[in-house]
């Protein structure tokens, strides 16, 4: 009874609850359930309610089955069993059970009702108010092309974008450029990670095939983000940057640029790492000289002006990577910067690890920085002649065109590219493969062939008309074709012999002979030292056939005249080639006709291709040699320029320049001619001399013949005849010429005799005296005839 008594109460407090709640205002109860209700339970969503709601049902259950068991032990008989009235009353508790969850779920459903926003009640009320009215018509969002978004978009396949490109018929634009962009982008960005040691050859061609003009921010972008990434591949990236600055120099300035302009911000910042990065670039850079070594010395200098621990250890970085270059290049300088380090070691104001570092730096500068070469080996890719070094100094005002990162329209794109196509056929030489060459040359022969049989039956039908026409090849595509199999011929081979075996098996025109020794001339200038590959293959040419050697003759002296024209090193090749010519005799000496050793006919160039020339030839053949071949008596009349004897000017010219080259020894005879040439000159002009005076005399007794002939002339008979008259003329000539030799014999001895008395005269002191006694009484009587004519005045 207790146990129904307690349940009645409960049920009818229940009741009481959910009139309560009927009776009041929706919003009243969500008011009351708000303020009940924990933060907990409003702030929280739709799962964290639910779980809660279990866990107050099992709440509540427990509670009625404690109630249960609490009341229902009054209840049990005394054989432990409960009376049958206890199944109604657990129907009532699960019916009321039920009765409060179906509240619950009422009250959450008004809860998220009101919690929706006043447009979509508003909405809702509208549709229900208008249930006949036509839906409203949504209007279609633009859709965005992912290409033009700000960030570039989604990724897109590369063949998926190559298809995109090609449905746009204007290539002009914007989403043609912007698509164009991005791809230059990714790959300049994926061709510059992917570049190392092994692979930079092709990585370059494959570069230079993208526009890397318009593209040259984002390059320069990817060149210092790599680098900075993996400062130990810095040497590879500096490789990289030198072959382009050598096609490009305004990509390799802006790069530059760029470094020192992350080198003053990493200064000014003090951060090391990126001074490190930064400073370890430019010393690959000015090793592969793109940039200039006064950078180097001003950024050093900058360092160690006030040294810390940090600068130190940057400089110091800095010299173990261009220590070698600059070691060459301006030793003073780096005395200097080495004398800053040791006063800094004595100074003793840093700490130790770093005083370390200088000791272990003065040990690599003692060892020749063996360990830090200026180039590895592999990374010389570009000639000297082809470098541009830029001369940027630290302290100037940089713009560093961040600009050119970004996309920009183009409104003359079309002709951008296709100037660039134009550009990168001549730096790639697009089109000159082999395999294409052998195609063409097949393709040429077939219709040359083709063109010769229309040619004859043409001329057959002509008849008498029938001249051939002629077609010249001004476009030298023959010519250019033929060069190169020559070179590839050349690189190709292991020695000389064998070099010579192939070109001669390649059965050249006579036409070609002069191309022939030129290509090999041209492919010995290109080098970077001389080898004598290049003068054994000429000499075996020479002796082969006295074609090839007349063609060098004549290339000597195309050479000589033209020498000007060539740089120091193509000069230097080039002589020593001629030089192991001569030396081997494959040319003759005669060549050297055409060398005029003066101050008038000799330039600059001239006189170190002689010097060059000469200098090979003693190292080959000897000075003595040399000497007694200049000296020989055949080859006299070719030397004559080279050994000038016309004029003593041109001779003493000779004299220095040998004697300054070293070669002394090959002017003994100009020497002996130059101390002759005074007396030879006095010889010659006395020659002159006897001979005017010898003419004159000859003159007389020739008008002394005229007169005494023309009396006898006149005393003879008309009737001799032409014969008598001819012999009479041969007479009188040889006794003119007998005349005149014995006139001259006496004239010469007259003057002998005159030269000899005045020497004696002048040997003898009576004679001396007697002089003096002359001159006195000269004077004397001078002095009287004075004073008489003053008497006399």
Known sequence: MKSSVEHSKHSTSSDRRDTRQRSSSPEERYSRRERSSSPRDRGYSDRDRDYDRRRDYNR?????????????????????????????????RDRRRRDEDRDQDRDYDRKRQKRLSPLSRKTDETSEEQPSAEPPVKKKKEELDPIL????????????????????????SLAYQRMSWEALKKSINGLINKVNVSNIGNIIQELLQ??????????????????????????????????????????????????????????RRNDKQLCLTSSKFVAHLINQNVAHEVLALEMLTLLLERPTDDSVEVSIGFLKESGLKLTQVTPRGINAIFERLRNILHESEIDKRVQYMIEVMFA???????????????????????????????????????????????????????????I???????????????????????????????????????????????????????????RRTIYLAIQSSLDFEECAHKLIKMDFPDSQTKELCNMILDCCAQQRTYEKFFGLLAGRFCLLKKEYMESFENIFKEQYETIHRLETNKLRNVAKMFAHLLYTDSIPWSVLECINLSEETTTSSSRIFVKIFFQELCEYMGLPKLNARLKDV???????????????????????????????????????????????????????????SSDSASDSSSDSDSSSS????????????????????????????????????????????????RERRKTSPDNRKSRKSDSKSKHSLHSSSQRSSLMSH
Do not use: C, W
Request: hydrophobic fraction near 25%; charged fraction near 35%.
């Open 710 to 757: 023309s009396g006898s002339d006149s005393s003879s008979s008309s009737s001799n005849s032409d014969d008598s008259r001819s012999k009479r003329n041969s007479q009188k000539k040889k006794s003119k010429t007998s005349h005149n030799v014995a006139s001259r014999k006496h004239a010469n001895e007259e003057k002998n005799k005159k030269m000899s008395e």
């Open 210 to 267: 993208e526009n890397i003009v318009r593209g040259r921010g984002q390059l320069s972008r990817s060149v210092l983000q790599a680098q900075s990434a993996s400062p130990i591949f810095t040497h590879v990236y500096a490789a990289v940057v030198a072959i382009i600055n050598s096609k490009f120099p305004q990509i390799g300035e802006l790069i530059l640029k760029r470094l020192i302009l992350n080198f003053r911000k990493g200064y």
């Open 60 to 92: 509540s259950r427990d509670y009625y089955d404690r109630s249960r068991y609490d009341d229902d032990d009054g209840e049990r008989s005394r054989n432990g069993r409960y009376d049958r009235s206890e199944d109604t009353r657990d129907k009532e």
């Open 364 to 422: 690599v500068r003692k060892d020749g920085f063996k360990d830090h070469p200026v180039i590895t080996e592999g990374l010389d890719l570009v000639e000297e002649e082809d470098q541009f070094t830029h001369m940027l100094p630290l302290e100037d005002d940089y713009n560093p065109e961040d600009v050119l990162n970004v996309f920009k329209m183009d409104p003359n794109f079309l002709e951008n590219e296709e100037k660039y196509k134009t």
């Open 149 to 172: 978004t700000r960030t570039g978009g989604a990724y897109i396949p590369p063949a998926k974008l190559r298809m995109m490109q090609e449905q746009i018929t204007d290539k002009s």
């Open 634 to 692: 055949t080859l006299q009349p070719f030397f004559q320029g080279l050994l000038p004897m016309d004029n003593p000017k041109n001779t003493r010219f000779a004299i220095n320049f040998f004697t300054s080259i070293g070669l002394g020894g090959l002017t003994d005879e100009l020497r002996e001619h130059l101390k002759n040439a005074p007396k030879m000159i006095m010889t010659q002009k006395q020659d002159v001399e006897s001979s005017e």
């Open 424 to 482: 990168k056929k001549e730096i790639l030489d697009e089109g000159d493969s082999d395999s294409n060459d052998g195609d063409d040359d097949d393709a040429g022969g077939s219709e040359d062939d083709s063109d010769e049989d229309e040619n004859d039956d043409d001329n057959e039908e002509a008849g008498t008309e029938g001249a051939k026409m002629t077609i010249h090849d001004k476009t030298e595509v023959n010519l250019v074709s033929f």
